[in-house]
């Protein structure tokens, strides 16, 4: 079996058959059997073996077999470019995993990235709710970097945001730290003719953690290409924001245009990919 250590290193593991049990001692083999069992709790659920309580139907610790969600389908796991870049970060060793796997172990993070999408002054500057929404970004943005994670910034420049003009600039409470990679785009998608995806996996990067503006455009769109490029995606139910959207049946409110989108991605399936839909503080690294 095959897999890789911290430093990036293709290793492989030989599995051991016909161990010795102890010339058939029935109370050593007893012990054993207990031994291994409690290891295997250990590594699916945690030190108490048990599944830690949900937030708005989200779990907090994932294992075991049943699927958690609340009505509106909130927690439900399924099993012109410019980049200025940063040095890569230490690879994790993969745990194996079906897309609608029940178990998460600490192993299967080590090579997730945060990608902020357009939190830029003329994108978020009125939308309801926008000082919570950076502040939510703001702590996931702290936590990534806490656990040596990458951080990705996206711009977005077009008419309405001249590429250097104040509407253009990222909001002043979130400032991207130096070495980390600034994705400037010019559609919708972040991976449309820019070379994030290359980036990324230059970065070994496999799984997303999606935030930012505006939730039914350049959010949905990032995560939906995300996937297509071969990337697991975390959406972060409370990590995003649209602002009240006009219609040509009227005013769509902020708050429902989020609910439907966190609904649609909470039944999300694409082939050979994982996604989850969880609250911003049970996001795990």
């Not at 109370?27 to 291994?36: F, K, M, Q, T």
């Not at 949900?54 to 075991?64: D, F, L």
Request: include cysteine.
């Amino acid at each position: 079996m095959e897999g890789r250590d911290g430093r990036g290193l293709a290793v492989r593991v030989q599995k051991r058959r016909g161990l010795p049990l102890l010339d058939h001692d029935d109370a050593a083999v007893g012990r054993l059997v207990d031994g291994v069992q409690q290891a295997a709790r250990l590594l699916m659920h945690g030190r108490d073996g048990r599944l830690e309580s949900n937030q708005h139907g989200v779990p907090r610790t994932i294992g075991g077999a049943e699927d958690r969600r609340d009505d509106d389908g909130v927690g439900w796991i399924q099993g012109g470019s410019h980049l200025r870049e940063a040095t890569p970060r230490g690879r994790r060793v993969l745990v194996g995993g079906v897309a609608d796997s029940r178990v998460r172990r600490e192993a299967d993070r080590m090579t997730s990235g945060l990608l902020v999408i357009d939190v830029q002054n003329g994108v978020v500057d009125g939308m309801p709710g926008r000082d919570e929404l950076i502040a939510t970004i703001g702590r996931l943005v702290e936590s990534a970097r806490d656990a040596g994670r990458l951080v990705v910034w996206v711009q977005h420049a077009d008419d309405d945001l001249p590429s250097g003009s104040k509407a253009w600039q990222i909001v002043p409470e979130l400032r991207p730290r130096d070495g980390e990679p600034v994705v400037e785009k010019q559609h919708r998608s972040a991976f449309g003719d820019t070379g994030l995806g290359d980036l990324l996996r230059g970065y070994r990067i496999e799984r997303l953690v999606i935030v930012g503006a505006q939730t039914a455009f350049c959010v949905d769109m990032a995560g939906k290409h995300a996937l297509a490029e071969g990337f697991d995606v975390t959406w972060v139910s409370d990590g995003h924001g649209n602002g009240d959207q006009e219609t040509a049946d009227g005013i769509v409110p902020d708050a429902t245009v989020r609910a439907l989108l966190n609904r649609t991605w909470s039944t999300l399936r694409h082939p050979g990919r994982e996604v989850e839909v969880v609250i911003s503080h049970d996001v795990r690294w």
